[in-house]
């Protein structure tokens, strides 16, 4: 799953779980805390890709020098 993917499936489980919990009334019913874990888990990924690309590319302005 490519960035632009990663960010719009993070978008879409960002509105169900909104609906979510609007529905259950509770930010602690199960089913909204295994969503809200699974938006979690996106966002650490995008996070670890970001960061995985900076460095490469740290790294590949520090062997230009």
Do not use: C, I
Request: charged letters at 30%.
């Amino acid at each position: 799953m490519d960035e632009s993917q990663l960010k719009q499936h993070m978008e879409q489980l960002q509105k169900r779980l909104y609906r979510l919990v609007e529905q259950t009334g509770s930010l602690v019913d199960p089913q909204v805390v295994e969503l809200s874990q699974q938006l979690d888990h996106l966002v650490v990924t995008l996070q670890r890709r970001r960061m995985s690309r900076k460095r490469t590319s740290l790294l590949k302005n520090r062997a230009s020098f």
